[in-house]
């Protein structure tokens, strides 16, 4: 029989990050249960988040590669969010 190929870690990270986008729609549109409404919109922010780093990973790229690149664009959203929260209240005063 044939060997079974593994998929680079990219890839599979990738195709999870979509699955849980997925997830998260289904946990969002059900009417049921408000718990899991807010499962769903939590799993959906972490996904969307997720997925502006790993939509820049290459898809055959290594575990090693795909760390840095993802400690940099977390860095990046959590500097702009940061950014954001600190220039606010500053914005809000110059436009009283």
Do not use: D, H, W
């Amino acid at each position: 029989m044939g060997r079974k190929t593994k998929k680079p870690f990219g890839a599979r990270m990738q195709t999870l990050v979509i699955a849980t986008m997925l997830l998260s729609f289904l946990f969002i549109i059900q009417e049921y249960s408000l718990i899991v409404y807010q499962i769903g919109l939590f799993l959906l922010i972490v996904a969307a988040l997720s997925q502006m780093a790993f939509g820049n990973i290459p898809s055959e790229a290594s575990f090693g590669e795909v760390k840095k690149t993802l400690a940099v664009a977390f860095g990046i959203v959590f500097c702009v969010f940061g950014l954001g929260i600190l220039l606010a209240p500053v914005l809000v005063k110059i436009g009283r």
